[in-house]
């Protein structure tokens, strides 16, 4: 599995990925075609459906209009279930204060989100703060984080993003305590762990962009995954019983051509052309991925009879601008503004699921005391960041010997710090909701 054809997570895979991703889109159709075809593949009604359908769900309570700001956990149960705050839907405004942390006091920042040190030359994306609706998204507090976890395993499983994620929250913790690199399996590090000795609290990172069992497509062998959605991925799920709290991301794999299997049989294929398998688009795959996943967690956790926070990151929307078929890039300075961009089209239909998923776990888990599952919805929050990522800043001073003819763009991952330093920021807000509960 992923020892033979090991992921590597940086960044010219990465992007070239996106461009296989691309191509093969490209291959049989058009991509926009691509794209109407898995719009019409989950519905049946017109694209144009999709151009009115710009409701975006609210599933959390909006109860309150104000949320306070302590430096202390919340003890006081009644305030703090009045203050629950829908943090997905908002605007960026602009705040002079700037990041908490800088590539200088964090050294768990991968080379190709450093997008300062690898010369961005504009900076005004630091300058921005989340502002929910209904409320203030507190300024994140390290040490409240820090007591929260006081001897916790928590673990971060998914995609490259469930990694661009922790190392933002690992560089807002170093500001007040250093974790240590306790694990790490591999070159490409897919399996990594620190302990903070101070709280004696563990993160893991586990690679498994399908969460599921399945081999991943390489540039060099296999163009296309291969998924088994019925069985959960033994390469973090066999730990599930030492963890705490599971942070899952998945996405974007899911549009890579795959071969999906149920019982051993196949089921379908997406963009497989030479195959005579069912055409599929991704949506049931990636639903039931998810739903193999959680029921796993609840199974496994309910023979043990100890409890789980279970947290799902929804869809972070990639911002490639221009031809799509030749490198788009991300190049915008600012964000947009709450009305200027909805959810919609794949992002919507993959958060939906997400949430759809959640909804569905919590119900079973009821039956169950102690375990928890939650969204953190960060969907809207990143469509409207297209200047949050390195773009060609992945790479070291990319136009240092000239504008050649095709540079590189991350229009994917997040620069650290950056606006998913926000994510952990609302994660911190579950947290302490969680905690009075
Ligand atoms: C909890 O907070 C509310 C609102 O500030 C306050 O009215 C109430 O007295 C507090 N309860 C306790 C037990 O502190
Ligand atoms: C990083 O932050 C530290 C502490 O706030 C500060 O002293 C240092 O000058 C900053 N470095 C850079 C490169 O911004
Ligand atoms: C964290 O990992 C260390 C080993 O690095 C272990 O001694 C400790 O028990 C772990 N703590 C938790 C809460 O998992
Ligand atoms: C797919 O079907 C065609 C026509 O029935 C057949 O000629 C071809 O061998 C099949 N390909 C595979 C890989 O089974």
Known sequence: MGSTNPFNDNPPSIIRRI???ILYALLPISLLCLYFNLFYLVTPSSPTHFLH?????????????????TSSIAKNKTY???????????DWISDMRGPLYNVTTCGTIKESEKCITNGRPDLGYLYWRWK????????????TFLKLIKNKHIAFVGDSL??????????????????????????????????????????SLYWSPFLVHGVERTNEGQYYNTMFLDIVNEKWAKDINQMDLIVISIGHWFL????YYENDLVIGSLNCPEFNHTQMDFYVPLRKALRTTLNSIIERKQDKGSGIDVIVKTFSPAHFEGDWNKAGTCSKTKPYRKEEKIVEGMDSEIRKIEIEEVE???LKANEFGGIRFEVLDVTKLALLRPDGHPGAYMNYFPFAKGVSKYVQNDCVHW?????IDTWNEIFLEIMKKREVQ
């Open 19 to 21: 461009f296989h991703l």
């Open 53 to 69: 359908s710009t409701t975006i769900s609210t599933y959390h309570s909006s109860i309150s209009s104000s949320h306070h700001s």
């Open 80 to 90: 703090a279930y009045k203050n629950s705050c829908d943090y997905s839907n908002g």
């Open 132 to 143: 929910p609706n209904q409320c203030n998204l507190p300024r994140f507090e390290p040490n």
């Open 162 to 203: 469930a990694r661009n994620q922790l190392e933002s929250l690992l560089c807002m913790l170093s500001t007040t305590s250093t974790p240590y690199l306790v694990y790490q399996n591999g070159k490409d590090k897919k399996f990594r762990r620190w302990h903070f000795p101070s709280h004696n609290a563990n993160f």
């Open 256 to 259: 890579l051509p795959s071969i």
């Open 360 to 362: 569905s776990a919590k």
């Open 415 to 419: 620069c650290l710090p950056g606006p």
